[in-house]
Nanobody, 121 residues
Framework: QVQLVESGGGLVQAGGSLRLSCAASGSVFSINAMGWYRQAPGKQRDLVAS???????IYSDSVKGRFTISRDNAKNTVYLQMNSLKPEDTAVYYC???????????????WGRGTQVTVSS
């Protein structure tokens, strides 16, 4: 069984920084793309940033230049460094990963339970 566990959320003032982490554990054979999504109250869940196994990255326009996604393949972990935070960044942040378990060898999308990020003005 594979699990994704996020950490690093919290309350921060506008202009501040936070670093989110998401670690995959369990029977992991390989991980392809990993990404971060966010969902504000009453809104849909949107992509924030994603990174492939080859370290190609994609960012939403709203976070370009402020957020950086990275990964540590040895630790099965993806990070999101968030700088210059704004009140509109307030949301629950979810990690998603395309994971192939050891058994069966079929790739699935796995989601974490989310971590709250609140930016005060």
């Amino acid at each position: 069984q594979v699990q994704l566990v996020e950490s690093g959320g919290g309350l921060v003032q506008a202009g501040g920084s936070l670093r989110l982490s998401c670690a995959a554990s369990g029977s992991v054979f390989s991980i392809n793309a990993m990404g971060w999504y966010r969902q504000a109250p009453g809104k849909q869940r949107d992509l924030v940033a994603s990174i492939t196994s080859g370290d190609s990255t994609i960012y939403s326009d709203s976070v370009k230049g402020r957020f950086t996604i990275s990964r540590d393949n040895a630790k099965n972990t993806v990070y999101l460094q968030m700088n210059s935070l704004k009140p509109e960044d307030t949301a629950v942040y979810y990690c998603k990963a395309q994971v192939t378990p050891t058994m069966p060898r079929v790739t699935y999308d796995y989601w974490g339970r989310g971590t709250q990020v609140t930016v005060s003005s």
